[in-house]
């Protein structure tokens, strides 16, 4: 069993309520917005992101860009597979360039769909990133490691620090 304070936790929509309960149960509350860019620092790590954008995917698949660290990495969330068949493959390497290229050197396994939750959970896989998969990634694969920026993106689907600051300061226009 994994001890409370061993789990963490961030959602950049978290209420002062949310935020005081979960503390109270003993949980790590990470204190800053990551965009996922959450780095295992060695350890096996389970994501729970169920509904995330892609770029919150793509974000933790950079900061642990390395067979050694993704082979330590469990992530429940929206199916890869489901991602790559929805978007042009042009706007994937573009955009979501890591999720493009972690495709072949991961296991993805959808989770069952309930008949209740058809519209809501439909698209929920386990990814798992086998280090022999990996292994036999193309050297080049791993070459480029440029941290992502979305500047082509038309709908980012995620909360940018500076969108979450923007909103807890006070107008700027009128200073």
């Known amino acids: 069993q994994l001890p409370p304070g061993r789990c963490s936790l961030f959602d950049p929509a978290f209420s002062a309520q949310e935020t005081a309960a979960l503390g109270q149960l ?15 620092e060695g350890s096996a790590t389970l994501f729970y992101m169920v509904h995330c954008g892609k770029a919150l995917y793509n974000n933790l698949l950079w900061r642990n860009w390395s067979a050694g660290a993704l082979s330590k990495m469990v992530i ?16 994937l390497e573009r955009d979501y360039s890591y999720i493009a290229k ?3 050197g ?8 309930h008949p209740r939750y058809l519209d809501t959970f439909n698209d929920t896989s386990v990814h798992w990133f ?3 998969k990996l292994k036999e990634l193309s050297p080049e694969v791993w070459d480029f490691t440029e941290e992502p920026t979305y500047q082509d993106c ?3 689907e995620i909360i940018r620090k500076e969108d ?3 909103r807890r300061s006070p107008d700027r226009s009128l200073q």
């Open 26 to 40: 003993g949980l790590r509350l990470l204190p800053d917005n990551e965009e996922g860019k959450h780095d295992i």
């Open 76 to 91: 429940i969330g929206n199916s890869f597979k489901g991602i790559e068949e929805r978007l042009l493959s042009r706007i």
């Open 102 to 104: 972690v495709l072949k």
């Open 106 to 113: 991961m296991e993805e396994v959808a989770l069952p769909a």
């Open 130 to 132: 086998p280090v022999q």
């Open 154 to 156: 038309d709908n980012l």
């Open 164 to 166: 979450r600051a923007d």
